[in-house]
C-alpha cells in the first residue's frame, strides 16, 4: 500500500479499515438518506431539473419567469476540446469540418419550400426561385474553445507549470488552462519535430466575433471577422492551437460549467488540512463570460473528446474526493456486493458500500474488503492508476467522487443554480457525499440571466448570485457530443434529421436499459467500460473486429515492461478504432520510436516487448512501434448527459466512417455528421425569413 498524505482523514480511515481498528466514517449517509443515489444518477425534486413522476432521464424544462423568445438570432457558439496526447488526429477532422459548419450557418441550403428537400447552398444568403432559406443566415456569432485540462486538482499529476517532452519541451504542457477562452495557434515544423506558440489576433478577447457587413446594424464589439473565409482560417488556427500536450485526466463536463455556469468560478483550490476548498473568484472568467455570452442568443455547447469524463468533485466525500487525484491515496475497495475490483456485483445493492465505512469486524468478514486497499504493485491496478479511478466508482470503490450528471442537466436547463456553499448544505453530520449530492439552487443562473458581472466590482455572493432573470429559453440551449461510441450504434441517415434520431431501443445498445440504475442489459458490447476482453468481440491477436480491430489483454504484469509511452500496466478496451490516413486518405502510420512521435504514440517506443496479445490493435502486429490506427474509449458520461438533455442533446462518433471524401463534398467524412445533426438542431431555432 502506498503513503498516505498527512492530515487526510479519508486515508487515515482507509489504513485503519484495512487492519482492522476505528468503526466510525465519514462515508457513513446522512440521517435520513437511503443509501443516497447510485453513481451517475441524479436527485429527483425541485432543484434536479428533472422529472421523477415516471423517467428520471426525461428532462422537464423549469422555466421559471424565464419567457421564450420564438426564435434567436445570434449564436453563442463555445468548444470544449479534449487537449490530451491521443487527440492530434481527431483535432484534425474537427479542423476538417469548420468550413462546413461556418459555409452552413452563413449560407444556410436552399429547400424546396413544399418537401423541405435541400436544392444546394444559398449564395450570400439568397436563393434561385422556387426555393428557400432553411434557416435565416447567421450574422451575428461568438466561437470560443475552452480545453478539458483543468490540472491536478490537489493532487500530484498535471502539475503547472510543465513543459512539453523533447523535442518540445519550448512549449507548456498547458494542464491547466482553467476553463479560460484560449485564443492560441500551434505551428509544427514540416516534418513535426518542433513547434511554435502563437495566437490569432482576431480573437483577442478571447472569441471570434463574426459580424459580416451584410448585417445591418453596427458591431457592438470591436474586431469583427466580417469574412466567412478568415472566420474559417481563424478558427482552424485556433482549434489547432489547442494543443495535445495537456492533462490526461480530463475535465470534459466541468470545464465549460465553470466557465458558462458557476456563478462563483473559484480562483485556486486550496488543502485546508486534508481537505479541498475553493478560494476566491476567477475574474478573468467572469469578465470572458460577460463579453462572450449574450442574454438574447442560442447557445451551442461541442464537446470533443475520445474519453470518458475524468473529472473528481475534490469537495465530495467530506472534501477528501481529492484524494482520488493522488498517487499517494490507495482507495478503499467496495464490499463484495459491489463485486470483485467492482465486477460481477451490483454497485445498486444497498450493501455496496466502501470498505471504509465498515467496523474492523465487518470489513474482515467481508471477501473484498479483507484484500485492503487497491495497490499500484497488484497484478491489475484497475482500481490504482490514476487515469481509470473514474471509471465504474461507485462499483470499484462503493463511493462515487465525481460529479452527479444531474448536475449538468441542472446546469444547462434551470433558471437557478448552486453557488459553492449550496452546491453542499449543510448537515448533521456535516459530511455531504456525492452519491446524496441535491445542491440548493440559491443563485441566479448566468445562462439565463439578463446581464452579467465583470468581475472588476464587488465579489461577494450577492453580486455574483442576484444576477436579472433573462429571456432566454432552455429550449436555445444545445449539448453535442462527438465522443466515444461507434458510428454504427447513431445510424446517421444523409438529410434525414429524423431517421438518424436515436430511439429508446438505440441508447440502451450506447448505455444499457437504465445506467442511472446500473441496469446496463441490452448494451452493446463496445460500450462496456472494461480491462478484460469482452464477450462478443474478436480477441486480438489473429482475429479482427470490424469496429475495435479487437479487445486485448491490456493488463501487464508489474512491473510493466519498458515500452515507455503510453503503454499502461492496466489500460481500457476501446470503443471504435479508425485508421490513420494523410489528407489525401492514403493510409500512413506512426513512428513511435521517434521522439516527436512519442507524445502522440498508444504504441510501444521499444520493439518486441509485447505479446500479441497485449499489442493495441491499433499497432502492427510485425513491428510493434508502428502505429497505424487511432481510437476512442466508451465515453459513458458524456453521452449520458446528452441522452439526459432529449431533443437539445446531439451524438456523433469522434471515429468516422469515412477517413477520406469518397466524393466531395461526401456527408459521411469526418465530422460532418456531427456537424450536419448540429446544423439539423439548431436550423428550426433561428427561424426561417419572410418569403
Known amino acids: 500500500m502506498r503513503g498516505i498524505l498527512p492530515g487526510s482523514v479519508l486515508g487515515a480511515l482507509v489504513a485503519v479499515t484495512a487492519c482492522g481498528g476505528s468503526t466510525s466514517s465519514p462515508f457513513s449517509p446522512r440521517p435520513g438518506d437511503a443509501g443516497g443515489t447510485p453513481d451517475g444518477a441524479t436527485q429527483v425534486g425541485p432543484n434536479s431539473g428533472l422529472d421523477g413522476a415516471s423517467d428520471a432521464s426525461v428532462v422537464t424544462f423549469d422555466t421559471g419567469t424565464i419567457r421564450p423568445p420564438a426564435f434567436a438570432s445570434k449564436i453563442d457558439l463555445l468548444f470544449d476540446i479534449d487537449n490530451s496526447a491521443s487527440m492530434g488526429d481527431k483535432q484534425q477532422y474537427l479542423q476538417a469540418a469548420i468550413p462546413d459548419l461556418i459555409s452552413r450557418l452563413v449560407n444556410p441550403n436552399c429547400i424546396d419550400p413544399s418537401t423541405g428537400a435541400a436544392k444546394g447552398a444559398s449564395t450570400n444568403g439568397t436563393c434561385p426561385a422556387g426555393s428557400q432559406l432553411e434557416f435565416v443566415p447567421v450574422t451575428d456569432m461568438h466561437i470560443g474553445i475552452v480545453s478539458s485540462a483543468l490540472g491536478g486538482r490537489l493532487g500530484d499529476a498535471c502539475t503547472e507549470p510543465s513543459l512539453s517532452p523533447a523535442p518540445f519541451q519550448n512549449l507548456d504542457r498547458h494542464n491547466d488552462d482553467q476553463a479560460h477562452l484560449l485564443n492560441r495557434s500551434l505551428t509544427y515544423a514540416a516534418n513535426q519535430s518542433s513547434a511554435t506558440e502563437g495566437s490569432v489576433a482576431d480573437a483577442s478577447q478571447g472569441f471570434l466575433y463574426w459580424y459580416p457587413a451584410t448585417n445591418p446594424t453596427p458591431a457592438t464589439q470591436s474586431t469583427p471577422v466580417t469574412s466567412s473565409a478568415t472566420l474559417e482560417s481563424d478558427f482552424t488556427a485556433m482549434v489547432g492551437g489547442v494543443g495535445v500536450f495537456g492533462c490526461g485526466i480530463e475535465s470534459q463536463l466541468e470545464s465549460w460549467y465553470r466557465f458558462l455556469i458557476q456563478p462563483d468560478p473559484y480562483s485556486t483550490l486550496v488543502n485546508n488540512g486534508g481537505k479541498a476548498a475553493w478560494s476566491g473568484v476567477d475574474t478573468t472568467i467572469l469578465q470572458q463570460r460577460h463579453d462572450f455570452l449574450r442574454p438574447d442568443s442560442l447557445v451551442s455547447i461541442v464537446v470533443l473528446s475520445d474519453e470518458n469524463d475524468s473529472e473528481i468533485d475534490v469537495r465530495s466525500l467530506g472534501q477528501q474526493g481529492w484524494n482520488w487525484m493522488s498517487t499517494q491515496f490507495s482507495p478503499p475497495r467496495g464490499t463484495a456486493a459491489c463485486g470483485l475490483d467492482g465486477v460481477g456485483g451490483n454497485p445498486a445493492d444497498p450493501g455496496c458500500e466502501s470498505c471504509a465505512q465498515l467496523s474492523s469486524t465487518a470489513a474482515a468478514a467481508d471477501s473484498s474488503c479483507a484484500m485492503g486497499p487497491y495497490s499500484e504493485t497488484e497484478a491489475n491496478d484497475w482500481g490504482y492508476d490514476l487515469?481509470?479511478?473514474?471509471?465504474?466508482?461507485?462499483?470499484?470503490?462503493?463511493?462515487?467522487?465525481?460529479?452527479?450528471?444531474?448536475?449538468?442537466?441542472?446546469?444547462?436547463?434551470?433558471?437557478?443554480?448552486?453557488?459553492?456553499?449550496g452546491e453542499y448544505p449543510g448537515s448533521s453530520t456535516g459530511m455531504i457525499t456525492s452519491s446524496s449530492y441535491v445542491g440548493t439552487n440559491d443563485c441566479t443562473n448566468p445562462l439565463f440571466a439578463s446581464a452579467l458581472p465583470t468581475g472588476s466590482g464587488s465579489l461577494d455572493q450577492a453580486t455574483l448570485c442576484n444576477l436579472p432573470q433573462g429571456q432566454r429559453s432552455p429550449t436555445l440551449v444545445f449539448y453535442t457530443h462527438i465522443g466515444g461510441v461507434p458510428y454504427t450504434l447513431l445510424h446517421f441517415t444523409p438529410g434525414d434529421v429524423n431517421a438518424s434520431a436515436l430511439t429508446d431501443a438505440d441508447w440502451a445498445k450506447i448505455l444499457g436499459n437504465d445506467p442511472l440504475s446500473y441496469d446496463y442489459a441490452g448494451i452493446d458490447p463496445h460500450m462496456i467500460e472494461s480491462s478484460q476482453p469482452r464477450a462478443g468481440i474478436a480477441a486480438c491477436p489473429g482475429a479482427t473486429d470490424p469496429i475495435n480491430g479487437?479487445?486485448?489483454?491490456?493488463?501487464?504484469?508489474?512491473?510493466?515492461?519498458?515500452?515507455?509511452?503510453?503503454?499502461?500496466?492496466?489500460?481500457?478496451?476501446?470503443?471504435?478504432?479508425?485508421?490513420?490516413?494523410?489528407?489525401?486518405?492514403?493510409?500512413?502510420?506512426?513512428?513511435?520510436?521517434?521522439?516527436?512521435?512519442?507524445?502522440?504514440?498508444?504504441?510501444?517506443?521499444?520493439?518486441?516487448?509485447?505479446?500479441?496479445?497485449?499489442?493495441?490493435?491499433?499497432?502492427?502486429?510485425?513491428?510493434?512501434?508502428?502505429?497505424?490506427?487511432?481510437?476512442?474509449?466508451?465515453?459513458?458520461?458524456?453521452?449520458?448527459?446528452?441522452?439526459?438533455?432529449?431533443?437539445?442533446?446531439?451524438?456523433?462518433?469522434?471515429?468516422?466512417?469515412?477517413?477520406?471524401?469518397?466524393?466531395?463534398?461526401d456527408p459521411l467524412y469526418g465530422f460532418r455528421p456531427g456537424i450536419s445533426m448540429l446544423i439539423s438542431r439548431l436550423g428550426p431555432a433561428l427561424g426561417r425569413p419572410p418569403q
Not at 465504474?392 to 442537466?409: M, N
Open 550 to 665: 479487437c479487445d486485448w489483454v491490456t493488463n501487464l504484469p508489474f512491473p510493466p515492461p519498458a515500452t515507455g509511452g503510453h503503454i499502461l500496466n492496466v489500460d481500457r478496451e476501446y470503443a471504435c478504432t479508425f485508421p490513420l490516413v494523410d489528407q489525401n486518405g492514403t493510409p500512413t502510420t506512426r513512428d513511435c520510436t521517434l521522439a516527436q512521435n512519442q507524445n502522440f504514440c498508444d504504441c510501444p517506443h521499444v520493439p518486441g516487448s509485447l505479446s500479441g496479445a497485449q499489442l493495441p490493435p491499433i499497432c502492427d502486429p510485425t513491428t510493434q512501434t508502428t502505429q497505424t490506427g487511432a481510437k476512442a474509449y466508451p465515453t459513458i458520461r458524456e453521452l449520458l448527459l446528452a441522452k439526459m438533455m432529449g431533443p437539445q442533446g446531439i451524438v456523433a462518433s469522434i471515429c468516422p466512417q469515412h477517413v477520406a471524401e469518397e466524393s466531395p463534398g
Open 387 to 421: 487515469n481509470l479511478r473514474h471509471v465504474h466508482t461507485k462499483a470499484k470503490y462503493g463511493i462515487d467522487p465525481q460529479f452527479l450528471i444531474g448536475r449538468y442537466v441542472n446546469g444547462l436547463t434551470s433558471p437557478t443554480v448552486p453557488d459553492r456553499d
